[in-house]
């Protein structure tokens, strides 16, 4: 099972509020830590509910992190969110003024629609 994966973020606490305010993800983790060579950070994770994969986000550190930020998979789709109820998320997500670059659409998988999280990543809504 994976457990985590990064994602880098230009700041903790615009992400936290995007990740569980806007998609309503939970937040797991939230605490002090170091990085390897000693300096402060945070250990902050979200996770989707009932989701079993976390999102660790990752504030950038130095100007190659921060040079991926909203850009981590070269401008591809690269995160998949899935919900139940694909029209309510689509609703909520629209009141909460996420980006979408598309218009949802139908195919024999479910409805999906392309969204951009708070750095400018792209994200596939996936639903019924």
Sequence with gaps: MIELVTLVVAGYDRAIAFFTGVLGFDLVSDEPS?????RPKRWVVVRP???????LLAQA?????????GDQVAG????????????AAYRRM?????????????ESYGRIVV????????WD????
């Design 49 to 55: 509910p009932g989701g079993g994969t976390g999102i």
């Design 61 to 69: 550190d130095g100007e190659r992190q921060a040079a991926v930020v």
């Design 76 to 87: 591809r789709v690269g995160f998949f969110l899935r919900v139940d109820d694909f029209d």
């Design 34 to 38: 170091l990085t390897n060579d000693g």
């Design 125 to 128: 809504l996936l639903g019924g």
């Design 115 to 122: 969204f951009l999280d708070c750095e400018g990543n792209r």
């Design 94 to 106: 629209l009141a909460a003024k996420v980006e979408f670059v598309a218009e949802p659409r139908t």
